[in-house]
């Protein structure tokens, strides 16, 4: 069984068989762009070179790069545990081409690897294009693929923006059915975010210039840009439905059941779903350079170690877990991403001391959660203010207390959450202003007003920056 290590290199021997020039993964936090969270697609790092800004001395590229998708725009940690097809941090296997091949090849590409290069049954295969884009449907035609299985698209999932300005155009997306016994409709349907058809592979064709004045216009340069989940494709290699049922997720599984002495395929198997990709996120973000902090990009680190360590705590574990779990991750992608094994020390380090100093706040909060639930009636929303004191006092994250009440099929009262922060954010400045140091506080209430003083949020203002 080919193992996502082999795949990852089957995808890069391919294209780089084909004249493409093999590019290592850019960092996960961008390279000069403070207005992106994470690199979320392999064209983060190519955005550029699209737009003709930057030149190569070669003009077809592929990767596998490191994404994370847990805030801006782009957010999956919602989906973690829960989908079969979702993780915070994956790896993007992606060809690119600057101005040189257009649709008629990369159809072509794409279908040969994974028909005949990977093996993969055919008829169980689909394609989406864009409705109005008539070429691309003739060379699915053309490559066999019948008519009644490429569907046409007429919204915004087969229509990708770099930007509101910029370079645009239709893209198409490779779905496989993984058969009527999952529950799931094909892409356009209403059951389509179910898991029995899964998208594989989108594959863009820059071919326009959308102007601020709404006009759009074709590029000089036509470009392509695409992006391959290697869990997903791993998944079907190996015979899998699940993402996390492939040899590498399910070796951190295993790890985080050895670990706690809780059945990995048991009722409690989200929790070591969860724990496997946060362990991934948390450690490769630590690995590019963020740190646990209250604000922006360290603040979703901090989110993301926050809810693993609630996952740990319902599978019962007494100590620290997450940093327990690092050797195995090295083991599994160490040597693909040897910044990993670089930065073991500090991700460790990290881990633990971040999980040993939330450790007494947790229980308790948890507690005072439970308390608060059973006081309220069976469909009542909890109260903002108890969310909020649970994030103010409690150190927990809205995410948190929400992933908490989501196993109980409870919400928050995000609006009463809301309330509160405003309130003691109200009272705070009066606070201030009565101090005497009014000129300085103001300046600084008002930035903290505009930039928000715990959580930045300004990245989530982004606009499909990377998103293909
Ligand atoms: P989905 O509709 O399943 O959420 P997407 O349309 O958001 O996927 P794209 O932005 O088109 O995904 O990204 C290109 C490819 O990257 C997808 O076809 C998929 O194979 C993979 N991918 C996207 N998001 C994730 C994720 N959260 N975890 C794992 N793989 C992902
Ligand atoms: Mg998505
Ligand atoms: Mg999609
Ligand atoms: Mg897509």
Redesign the pocket.
């Known amino acids: 069984m080919a193992s996502l290590n082999d795949i990852r290199t089957t995808f890069l021997d391919y294209f780089g068989r084909n004249g493409h020039e093999i590019v290592e993964s850019s960092p996960l936090v961008p390279r000069n762009d403070p207005t992106m969270m994470f690199a979320n ?1 392999g064209m983060v790092q190519f955005k550029n070179v699209f737009t003709g800004l930057e030149h190569r001395d070669y003009t077809r590229a592929a990767s596998s790069q490191k994404c994370v ?1 847990a805030g801006g725009k ?1 957010n ?1 940690l919602d ?1 973690v545990g829960y989908t079969a ?3 915070t941090f ?1 790896e ?1 296997l992606g060809n690119f081409s600057f101005g040189d091949y257009f649709k008629n090849e990369a159809i072509p590409y794409a279908w040969e690897l994974i028909t005949r290069d990977f093996g993969i049954d055919r008829t169980r295969l689909l394609a989406t294009v864009y409705h109005t884009d008539d070429e691309a449907f003739e060379v699915w035609k053309k490559v066999g693929v019948p008519e009644d299985r490429i569907i046409r698209i007429p919204t915004h ?1 087969n229509f990708w923006q770099m930007g509101p300005t910029g370079p645009c155009g239709p893209c198409t ?1 490779i779905f496989y059915d993984h058969g009527d016994h999952i529950w799931g409709g094909p892409p356009g349907s209403p059951e389509e975010d179910g898991d029995r058809f899964i ?4 594959i863009v064709f820059m071919q326009n210039e959308q102007f601020a004045d709404g006009s759009m216009v074709p590029l000089e340069m036509q470009s392509i840009d695409t ?3 290697l ?2 494709i791993g998944a079907l290699l190996q015979g899998k439905h699940d ?1 996390y049922d492939t040899d590498l997720m399910r070796s951190l599984i295993e790890a985080s059941a050895h670990a706690t002495s809780v059945d990995p395929d048991g009722p409690k198997n989200v929790h070591h779903r969860v724990i496997a990709d946060h362990l991934r996120s948390t450690s490769f973000l630590i690995a590019d350079g963020v740190m646990p902090s209250n604000e922006g990009r360290g603040y979703v680190l901090r989110r993301i170690m926050r809810r693993a360590m609630r996952h740990a705590h319902l599978l019962g574990a007494q100590d620290p877990l997450m940093y327990r779990l690092v050797p195995a991750l090295v083991a599994q992608m160490g040597q693909a991403y040897p910044e990993l094994g670089r930065a073991q020390a500090l991700i460790t380090e990290t881990l633990k001391l971040e999980e040993e100093r939330f450790r007494a706040t947790l229980d308790r909060g948890l507690r005072l959660l439970d308390e608060a639930l059973d006081d309220l009636p069976e469909d009542a929303h909890l109260p903002g203010e108890t969310a909020f004191k649970l994030y103010d006092t409690y150190g927990f994250p809205l995410d948190l207390t929400q992933d908490a009440l989501r196993e109980k099929g409870r919400v928050v009262d995000v609006d009463g959450f809301d309330a509160a922060m405003a309130e003691q954010k109200a009272k705070a400045r009066a606070a201030w202003v009565g101090s005497g140091e009014t000129a300085d506080a103001k300046i600084w209430f008002d930035l903290a007003d505009e930039h928000g003083a715990t959580e930045f949020l300004g990245y989530d203002t982004e606009i499909a920056e990377g ?2």
């Not at 998208?199 to 989108?202: D, G, K, L, Q, S």
């Open positions: 697609s998708r782009h999956d989906n097809r979702h993780h994956f993007m999932d997306e998208e594989i592979w989108n992006g391959m989940g869990e997903r993402n998103q293909i």
